[in-house]
């Protein structure tokens, strides 16, 4: 669930001991559920990007092969205070892996996201801004000897977050619309 797509945004932070008041565009969402999220979830992408006329939320979602394999990939775009376009019907293309050595996993160069003949999208990765293995949250297995171990009979799970540039394309009655710049995204990818 997505509460607040896009909001105006206050506060303070403290840095080294000194306060700053900070303004900002922000974003909330919530996962809902209760369960073993890596019993159901193989891997999920998440991410949002602003411009001044444009705000695109989407996500992909893939459910473990026992689980069915099934892909869920809400996107919504707004056009100011408009939605013109709330769909689950995106397609999700990944580039070329790239291994990080934090995180003990790959992630993807590059993903598009494509909703046929309303927008397409392509986020290329500048920066990993933070890279963790999952199973370093568990004591017992950050063990040298442990580690390799755990790897094997359940994987390496991990979690990214990215700097991109992106390049989008909203294809309307006045024709395609083109936009650029740069936003944040996540992987999680628990198998």
Excluded: C
């Amino acid at each position: 669930m997505v509460g607040a797509p896009r909001a105006a945004v206050s506060g303070t932070i403290e840095l080294d001991g000194a306060r700053h008041e900070v303004t900002g565009r922000g974003y909330h969402d919530r996962n809902w559920g209760v369960g073993d999220m890596k019993k159901i979830i193989d891997r999920w992408h998440r991410g949002r990007l602003y411009v001044d006329d444009y705000s695109l939320l989407f996500a992909s979602v893939l459910t473990q092969r026992s689980q069915g394999g099934h892909e869920i990939s809400p996107l919504m775009l707004a056009r100011h205070d408009d939605i013109v376009l709330s769909t689950g019907e995106t397609i999700l293309t990944e580039g070329p892996a790239i291994f990080d050595s934090v995180a003990g996993r790959t992630y993807p160069e590059w993903a598009e996201l494509e909703v046929s003949g309303s927008v397409e999208l392509r986020l290329v990765v500048d920066k990993v801004i933070h890279a963790h293995d999952l199973l370093d949250d568990v004591p017992v297995i950050r063990s040298r000897l442990i580690k390799p171990l755990v790897h094997r009979l359940v994987g390496h799970p991990g979690y990214f977050r990215f700097e991109s540039s992106f390049e989008s394309t909203v294809h309307t009655d006045g024709g395609p619309d083109k936009r650029g710049g740069s936003t944040l995204h996540e992987l999680v990818a628990l198998a």
